[in-house]
């Protein structure tokens, strides 16, 4: 009972204060009007009756200060549609909004003179009215208008209304143009900056005699709308767009000249969104409530490019039509300080934009940003920058504006000379297959053999199979006389338990790989070729036995293969330790590797490379060099492993990017990665990446930095350069056991290897000899590094492409790796 009742009075006490909330709510809610003596401080707003628009002071939440605006805003978005006074911020919680006696609409706040929005005494004679017959009112339109009722209410005379003083802002009904008979001017402005309403640099303006709207930057007409037909502006964006259409309209008479839009609602359409034209600080003008952009003005620089605006005006000599500027995070580097320079411009009434027109008149410019926080004053570097994206250096990055070269009606082609280069090659090789085939079909004819060259080839591959097979799988010496053996699909089933998971070594570029043992006892690594190499199975077996005859200490033996239908298996020596990656990053197993080993596995590794670059027949270049493809012998000597795959995999590169292999993050080359150009220094490059990791103990990009990610190359430098570069070894693992000067060697070499320029990296054989010299021998001094960590790196002014097309490799690389 006595719960009962207890519940009953909370009941009621919840009761109670929801209706006196909601009673509080709607008292809140209803005020839309402002009469003679009322005021509106910092903690009251009016509402309009829809409930849309709210009317009051607000502190700017961009702009992390005391200021607040007396300002309307649409209760949905976060942008004020009009603000009284931009160029006057009101100490918060200070202002005070009065409707005097006397018809005077006034902001009082301490620290400066009121500021008037209308004042009667100028413009018509008050002491006769009635001080009663006047509100101000917060309209569903969202403009606030001042207008005197008669006294029966009948007639109502409007005095003043903030749509006659716009700001960024244009709202439906609003108007742009000219009143003739006062000459008031009906304009938007930009924001000086994206958190401040003080007047910025662009206008938009309603041109009574061309018809036309024009975005203006500081007097020269950047973007015009074009001419008005078939109910649209030829240059208004979006053209058609299904959810958005505009009504617009234009007056024209001796009072007053003006353009004014209204949102098209479609039947079905059932939001009420209200439309709000924002001119941002950059120039752009964009449909606030719909993310639509009307025009970019941003991206006008004195072309008159079609479809888009633009308007012409003089341009420096220097500057090209494929010219812009880009926003990247990132920073301006240097090579060479003797041209490279920064200046200043600390006016703080210039903005983005205008530091991005001083940059674009001075040929030295290549990139700017603002100077203080604030987003105002201007900062340019001339001269030798580059600006490099995404990554750090050790210099903080930033959001910077750089110059470069967009892809134009030339790009373009450029950009489609990869496809015809590829189909045209595509044709070549499709020719050139059909030869080929009705070559051998001649011969085949010739020979008596009728069989066709399929047949053939699975006539020699059976006949290797059943030498094998007659022996019951024991290893014979009838290996085709090339140290190179067919196996049968069979005996490699049963070698590896069916490819079994328990059996699986892992996952290398070019597809799995298994463990496997051969009835004779013998431990195979078998590798599944990940696709077709696009090859015929006997240019594959001619491949592999050219590939059979590379032999080297330091590579990974191959004893055959293995074709079953589309199935593809190469056939190696096992490697009972696994490969370089599984002890180098890990931090208990790293402990096995001290120096001594590290720097045998080095020399190893440089030893295989030596042999494939220079004394091999073929000149094989690795293209996929990396720890993973380091195996470990049970001396934990260094075998490569994966060579002669980029002779495999040349045919398919040909046909489509989809199956092509490149290589690995991290260990790309710059020029192989942006440019496509391979080279043997190109594996010189890994070699240095896989180098330092072996110095460092740590994957190329384990390096995380406070906010940002770094390379292992970026990471190396900053220490080279710094003299700290002990700092970089290996410590917990590598202990006291490391020979202080050969560290420091292997180090340089590293980044001798790394550098930007392929010409300038050392070949295979200069860095044993670099490596091999004990005697102190000064090396060479390094110079920056390329530092490519995959994400795009830029060269200031120079053409976008190339890193476009980087990045179309670098997705259809075979080997993200997440190890
Ligand atoms: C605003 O006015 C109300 C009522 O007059 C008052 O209670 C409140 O303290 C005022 N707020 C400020 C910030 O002055
Ligand atoms: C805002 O006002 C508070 C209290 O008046 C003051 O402590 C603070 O420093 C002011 N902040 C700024 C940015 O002016
Ligand atoms: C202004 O203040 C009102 C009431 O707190 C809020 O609803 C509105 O979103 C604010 N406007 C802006 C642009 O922050
Ligand atoms: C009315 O206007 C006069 C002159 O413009 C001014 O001196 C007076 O203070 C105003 N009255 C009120 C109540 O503000
Ligand atoms: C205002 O009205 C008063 C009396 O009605 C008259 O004497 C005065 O001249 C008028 N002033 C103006 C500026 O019209
Ligand atoms: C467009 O606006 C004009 C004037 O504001 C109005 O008369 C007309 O009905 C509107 N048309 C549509 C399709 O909304
Ligand atoms: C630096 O600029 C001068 C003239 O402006 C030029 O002669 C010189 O070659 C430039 N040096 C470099 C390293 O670009
Ligand atoms: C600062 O920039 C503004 C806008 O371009 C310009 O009007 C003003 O004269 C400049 N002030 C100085 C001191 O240069
Ligand atoms: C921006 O910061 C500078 C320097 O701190 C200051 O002089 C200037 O008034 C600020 N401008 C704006 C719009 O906040």
């Not at 403009?143 to 209410?153: C, W, Y």
């Not at 018809?211 to 058609?240: A, D, M, T």
């Not at 617009?248 to 949102?263: G, H, K, P, Q, W």
Request: aromatic share 10%.
């Amino acid at each position: 009972m006595r719960l009962y009742s207890n519940m009953v009075s909370s009941l009621k006490l919840i009761f109670l204060i929801v209706l006196s909330s909601l009673w509080n709510c709607h008292a809140a809610a209803s005020r839309d009007t402002l009469k003679p003596g009322d005021t509106l401080n910092s903690s009251s707003f009016l509402v309009s009756s829809n409930g849309k628009f709210i009317f009051g002071f607000n502190v700017s939440e961009k702009s992390n200060s005391n200021s607040s605006y007396l300002s309307i805003s649409w209760e949905k978005s976060q942008n004020f549609a009009w603000i009284a006074n931009r160029d006057t911020p009101i100490l918060y919680p200070s202002g005070v909004l009065t409707l005097d006696k006397n018809k005077t609409l006034k902001i009082t706040h301490t620290g400066g003179d009121p500021l008037v929005l209308y004042s009667a005494a100028a413009s018509e004679n008050t002491s006769s009215s009635n001080p009663s017959n006047f509100v101000a009112t917060l309209l569903d339109s969202g403009n606030f208008i001042l207008q005197e009722v008669s006294s029966d209410g009948s007639t109502k005379q409007l005095l003043w209304q903030s749509f006659d003083y716009p700001g960024d802002t244009l709202l439906p009904g609003m108007k742009l143009g000219v009143k003739h008979t006062t000459g008031h001017i009906w304009s938007l402005s930009s924001w000086l900056t994206e958190n401040s309403a003080e007047r910025g640099a662009f206008t938009l303006d309603w041109d009574p005699e061309g018809h036309e709207l024009k975005i203006k930057r500081r007097g020269v007409v950047y973007w015009s709308s074009g001419v008005f037909r078939n109910k649209r502006f030829q240059f208004i964006l979006p053209h058609g767009s299904k959810h958005l259409k505009y009504n617009f309209s234009f007056v024209s008479n001796e009072n007053e000249d003006y353009f004014t839009y209204t949102r098209i609602l479609d039947d079905d359409d059932q939001s009420d969104e209200v439309s709000e034209w924002v001119l941002t600080s950059l120039g752009r003008l964009l449909d606030m409530t719909s993310k639509v952009d009307i025009a970019r003005a941003d991206n006008c620089y004195g072309y008159n490019t079609p479809d888009d605006g633009c308007q012409t005006w003089r341009q420096p000599s220097c500057r090209h039509l494929d010219n812009t500027f880009e926003e990247g995070n990132g920073y301006f580097d240097t090579t060479t300080i003797s041209n490279a320079t920064t200046t200043s411009d600390p006016n703080t009434s210039l903005s983005t934009n205008d530091c991005k027109a001083a940059c674009w008149e001075n040929c030295d410019c290549v990139g700017f940003n603002f100077l203080f926080d604030n987003q105002t004053g201007c900062k340019f570097w001339n001269g030798n920058w580059e600006f490099t994206q995404g990554l750090s250096g050790y210099s903080s990055s930033t959001n910077l504006y750089f110059l470069t070269t967009k892809i134009s009606p030339s790009g373009a082609n450029k950009r489609l000379r990869p496809i015809i280069i590829v189909s045209v090659v595509g044709i070549v090789v499709l020719l050139l297959l059909c030869i080929v085939w009705f070559g051998l079909r001649r011969k085949s004819a010739i020979s008596g053999k009728n069989g066709t060259r399929i047949e053939n080839e699975l006539l020699d591959l059976m006949k290797s199979d059943r030498s094998i097979d007659s022996v019951e799988g024991h290893e014979n010496d009838g290996n085709m006389g090339h140290g190179l053996r067919v196996f049968s699909y069979a005996s490699v089933l049963s070698a590896t338990c069916n490819f079994s998971a328990e059996n699986k070594l892992g996952e290398g570029g070019f597809g799995p790989v298994y463990k496997g043992k051969l009835i004779t006892g013998r431990d195979i690594a078998v590798k599944k070729l990940s696709r077709r190499s696009g090859q015929g199975t006997l240019e594959f077996k001619n491949e592999l036995i050219l590939i059979s005859e590379l032999q080297h200490k330091n590579l990974v033996r191959l004893l055959g293969f293995c074709v079953h239908c589309e199935e593809r298996m190469l056939i190696y020596e096992y490697m009972p330790n696994k490969s370089l990656d599984f002890f180098l990053f890990d931090s208990s197993r790293g402990l096995l590797l001290d120096w001594k080993k590290r720097f045998n596995i080095i020399e190893g590794i440089a030893q295989g490379l030596l042999y494939l670059h220079k004394y091999s027949r073929l000149r094989v270049i690795h293209r996929d060099l990396k720890a993973s493809n380091i195996l470990l012998d049970e001396n934990m000597s260094p075998k490569i492993s994966d060579f002669g795959m980029a002779r495999i995999f040349t045919g398919d590169e040909l046909e489509a990017n989809t199956n092509r292999i490149v290589g690995t993050y991290g260990y790309m080359s710059p020029e192989y990665a942006m440019e496509g150009i391979f080279s043997i220094k190109s594996d010189v490059y890994s070699f240095g990446v896989l180098m330092l990791e072996i110095i460092c103990g740590r994957k190329n990009n384990s390096f995380y930095n406070a906010d940002r990610v770094l390379n292992i190359v970026g990471y190396a430098w900053e220490l080279w350069k710094q003299g700290s570069w002990l700092e970089l070894m290996d410590s917990t693992t590598l202990g006291d056991s490391f020979v202080r000067d050969q560290l420091l060697r292997c180090l340089q070499v590293s980044l001798l290897c790394v550098e930007e320029n392929a010409a300038d990296r050392p070949t295979m054989s200069d860095v044993i000899s670099m490596l091999t010299k004990t005697e102190s021998v000064p090396l060479p001094i390094p110079t920056k590094p390329a530092f490519f960590t995959g994400r795009k790196s830029v060269r200031a002014g120079v053409d976008r492409s190339e890193s476009e097309i980087s990045s179309v490799n670098a997705f259809s690389n075979s080997d993200f790796v997440a190890r």
